[in-house]
T-cell receptor
């Protein structure tokens, strides 16, 4: 079983829809959870950062962590064509030098 | 604020040639990382450094070398380029693990170097 699993997509949704992106993981030591957005021919940029379980909201974006199920989600409300990108989940254990990334989900928002 | 800067943006090499990918950051981050990203394969860690003079291997270090003589710079060297090293290379930096209110600090990325070996 891989440490982090993420459906590669592509996921196509109409503009204005709610988007749900997910990752599962196997390492119960992970405490820090991140979502990165990567536009074509650009580097990943940090979108959301959460510690342990719970929800975090930032504008149209909500990150959820369910440690009991080893499952994290990113919700995008009122999706826009500019949200079209690849979204990578990432996570790390306390005092770990490295971050483990999912392979990314390609998202297309259709105008 | 420049953040993480990578040069060159694009490069074509012949098999057996060598080159150095440059990475510099202006955020005073202790930790720096090199990744390669292949289509559908996600980010794979090549080497990382937790401070000047300290480097360590990641998941795929073979065929690469690094050095860290200053906090700001973390060059990646390819000694004998092979077609399998055709990829997009990303450099990243962070304040590192267990630092500040955020605990493990998230990484900040450059925009990558697209390298083709022919």
């Amino acid at each position: 079983q891989k440490e982090v699993e993420q459906d590669p997509g592509p996921l196509s949704v109409p503009e204005g829809a709610i988007v749900s992106l997910n990752c599962t993981y196997s390492n119960s030591a992970f405490q820090y959870f991140m979502w990165y957005r990567q536009y074509s021919r650009k580097g990943p940029e940090l979108l959301m950062y959460t510690y342990s379980s719970g929800n975090k909201e930032d504008g149209r974006f909500t990150a959820q962590v369910d440690k009991s199920s080893k499952y994290i989600s990113l919700f995008i409300r009122d999706s826009q064509p500019s949200d079209s990108a690849t979204y990578l989940c990432a996570m790390s254990a306390p005092v770990d030098d490295k971050i483990i990334f999912g392979k990314g989900t390609r998202l297309h928002i259709l105008p | 604020n420049a953040g993480v800067t990578q040069t060159p943006k694009f490069r074509i090499l012949k098999i057996g040639q060598s080159m150095t990918l440059q990475c510099t950051q202006d955020m005073n981050h202790n930790y720096m990382y090199w990744y390669r990203q292949d289509p559908g394969m996600g980010l794979k860690l090549i080497y990382y450094s937790v401070g000047a003079g300290i480097t360590d291997k990641g998941e795929v270090p073979n065929g690469y070398n690094v050095s860290r003589s200053t906090t700001e710079d973390f060059p990646l060297r390819l000694e004998l380029a092979a077609p399998s090293q055709t990829s997009v290379y990303f450099c990243a930096s962070s304040f590192g693990a267990g630092q500040g209110d955020w605990g493990n600090q998230p990484q900040h990325f450059g925009d990558g170097t697209r390298l083709s070996i022919l």
